[in-house]
């Protein structure tokens, strides 16, 4: 894991300095709220519905035990003892008071954790696959990447006002985990004769107006990738739209002026700016990626696992849900679900994050992902330690088997919290799943991602969701609308609405009606839900969803 | 005729706190909407706004709430500010009306 440089810490240490006077300028008048608003958002404090949030980058997903264990003090010392994980791989802090906030954002500089750009108009936490360095798929491991992809755009003077904000996800795998054809810069990493590069996708996204992205590059030599970052951005910075908020992100920019003329700006800035970059950033990175070497692993006989997974049928069932393939055969890729049916899809308690921590250290060395599922990845576990893990995570409500299925649902905080939202998530997510649990249907039904955002800006990702719900206010009352067949996947796709949306009390039935459908229809139990929707179409789901207007128009 | 003015309160969030407060007759701020300043008429509603956000030290983002008035007490007409009130539904102790109780 990357350790931050003395240059990271007296950065870190003076911008902290810089907010904590910019706090008390605020509190004594000096500073109008007109004035503070974009300084506070700079260093991730949102002001909610309930009260301030703090939100905390965990750089592309990676936690060490230490600094899990910081962002449980946190929670404890200066929340109500639980954070939110969210659908960027950051963590919120949902209570914190003004004056509090300069001493947290210490606390997370003594564990190399900060909070700046998690808002603004700048480049965000860049996200990565939550697998990345455990992952048997993996061509490389995109992390060294994206940690210098932090370092160039934290404080990038040029970027700081951008006409919106800038979200880049990164994957060293074929298969897709990281959504990277929804987000401003998607960067897959790709090989040809031989050596590691990106396909570069640009101009994805989903709120308001949801796109895929586009390739703009097919394969982009990995020296070559800051300064070409950096001519994609510069070419936005300037031609994105500032005139009209909703129309300034680059998937806009994009499609206005389409691909090709973007590609031709790209890569008259990139010749520009391309003899500039000589080499520092390569000597940074081979740095860098000396960090990020694999742990030292030692073989471990499998039989422990074997044993448990013939015996126990919970632990055979969790093991079937949460584990995936890892680089080594005796090792596995373990997501915890923090998806405990009926629970806050993404809190955590400081008592539940402390645990992980110690897990991590015993049985994972000492490392932890946050998935933008929300949910808390030990990248590397020898199976033989498995049913061990397992029966510490049940004791701690964090055992749930339910990784990929129905109620492994993301879901926005919607409007319990956000100021933005127009309708709740949480408690759609929370009935949903424990209704799918009464039903003990879930795992005959198989993988399904359900998705919810309380409004149009899809924090929640409901576009991707082989079910989406996005929950609107219609003449002030909560109203849901569903769509089918969204993948986030390297297959990604949006998903397409069903027709008139539902009330509060009806999108659990509806959504249940859309299941059973399925389950009916499918042609065998191996076809998933997002195959019989391909294969079957929107038809039957309609008439599952609206049975009056098959009554009508049978009549 | 003119559209028949909604009563209103103004409310805002504290500026340490973070909370939720709204706005009395006595330019003070208060945790209990029972006891915010009910607006009847829309100049003074506005002329009270100003007076609010001229408290910029004390609060952030004061406006306008619509509410229904039921024995002289007023309530939320939209469920927005309906959450506003009672606090999150994931953690109802966490919200203001569980801490009153």
């Known amino acids: 894991m990357y350790r931050y440089s003395e240059f990271d810490d ?11 006077a910019q706090v008390a300028r605020r509190i004594d008048g000096s500073l109008t709220e007109d004035e503070f608003k974009p300084l506070r958002l700079m260093n991730g ?6 009260a301030y949030m703090l939100r905390v980058a965990v750089p592309y997903g990676t936690l060490s035990g230490a600094q899990m264990r910081q962002l449980a003090l946190l929670a404890e010392k200066w929340d109500k003892g639980y954070g939110h994980f969210t659908t960027r791989q950051n963590i919120q802090y949902n209570w ?9 954002l210490d606390a997370l500089a003594e564990v190399g954790l900060h909070a700046i750009q998690t808002s603004g108009n700048t480049i965000r936490n860049v996200t990565a696959d939550h697998f990345a360095g455990a992952a048997a798929d993996e061509i490389a491991d995109p992390r060294p990447v994206a940690e210098l992809i932090r370092q160039w755009s934290t404080d990038h003077p040029e970027f700081q006002f951008l006409p919106r904000k800038f979200k880049i996800a990164i994957t060293g795998s074929e298969h897709d985990r990281a959504v990277t054809r929804a987000h401003d810069i998607g960067l897959r990493m790709v090989e040809q004769d031989g050596a590691a590069g990106f396909e570069v996708i640009v101009g994805g996204g989903l709120g308001r107006t949801p796109m895929i992205g586009k390739v703009i590059k097919d394969f982009l030599p990995k ?15 300037v031609l994105g739209r500032r005139d009209n908020k909703y129309k300034a992100r680059i998937k806009i920019t994009v499609h206005e002026n389409g691909i090709e003329k973007i590609r031709e700006l790209v890569e008259a800035k990139y010749a520009e700016i391309r003899p500039a970059f000589t080499g520092i950033d390569q000597q940074m990175l081979a740095g860098i990626e000396a960090q990020f070497a694999l742990p030292d692993f030692t073989d471990r ?43 806050t899809p993404g809190d955590a308690t400081a008592e539940q994050m402390r645990l992980l921590a110690d897990l991590a250290a015993q049985y994972g060395h000492d490392e932890l992902r946050i998935s933008h599922e929300q949910n808390v990845i030990i990248p590397h576990v020898a199976r033989a330690d498995l049913p061990a893990l397992h029966a510490a995570l049940k004791a701690a409500e964090l055992g749930t088997a339910n990784v990929g299925l129905i109620s492994d649902i993301i879901a926005c905080p919607g409007m319990d919290y956000c100021a933005l939202a127009t309708a709740r998530s949480i408690p759609i997510a929370q009935e949903i799943s424990n209704r799918f649990n009464e039903l003990k249907l879930e795992h005959d039904v198989g993988p399904l991602k359900l998705k919810i955002s309380g409004c149009i800006n899809a924090c929640g990702h409901h576009h991707v969701g082989h ?8 003449g002030g009352v909560e109203t849901y609308q569903i769509t089918l067949g969204g993948d986030g996947t390297e297959d990604a796709a949006l998903g397409e609405r069903t027709g008139p949306g539902f009330s509060y009390e009806e999108i659990t039935p509806a959504i249940e009606r859309i299941v059973l459908a399925y389950l009916e229809q499918r ?8 195959q019989a929707y391909r294969r079957l179409g929107l038809a039957p789901f309609k008439a599952a969803l609206y049975p009056e207007a098959n009554e009508k128009n049978a009549a | 005729m003119p559209r028949p003015f909604t009563p209103k309160v103004i409310t805002a969030n504290a500026l340490l706190e973070g909370d939720v407060i709204w706005f009395t007759s006595k330019d003070e701020w208060t945790r ?7 607006l009847t008429d829309e100049a003074h509603a506005t002329l009270r706004l100003l007076d609010a956000e001229r408290q910029q030290n004390q609060v952030v983002g004061a406006y306008l709430a619509d509410v229904n008035i039921d024995g002289g007490t007023p309530a939320p007409t939209h469920f927005r500010e309906e959450f506003r009130l009672r606090g999150p539904s994931n953690y109802p102790s966490h919200g203001r009306a569980a801490a009153e109780v």
Not at chain 1, 335 to 343: D, I, L, Q, Y
Not at chain 2, 32 to 38: G, H, L, N, P, S
Request: charged share 25%; proline share 5%.
């Open chain 1, 10 to 20: 007296a950065f870190l240490a003076a911008r902290n300095a810089q907010f904590r």
């Open chain 1, 45 to 50: 404090l949102y002001l909610q519905l309930h």
């Open chain 1, 96 to 104: 914190p008071k003004l004056n509090d906030v300069p001493d947290m």
């Open chain 1, 223 to 237: 020296a070559d990738l800051l300064p070409y970052l950096e001519a994609i951005v510069a070419v936005y910075n």
């Open chain 1, 301 to 343: 006989d499998t039989q422990p696992y074997d044993v448990a997974y013939k015996n126990d049928p919970v632990f055979r069932a969790w093991a079937d849900t949460n584990l995936t393939a890892h680089k080594r055969d005796d090792h596995a890729i373990v997501t915890v679900s923090v998806k405990a049916h009926g629970a």
């Open chain 1, 467 to 474: 079910i989406g719900i996005l929950g609107l206010d219609r």
């Open chain 1, 523 to 530: 042609d065998s139990a191996e076809e998933t839900f997002l």
């Open chain 2, 32 to 38: 209990d909407m029972a006891a915010a300043e009910i």
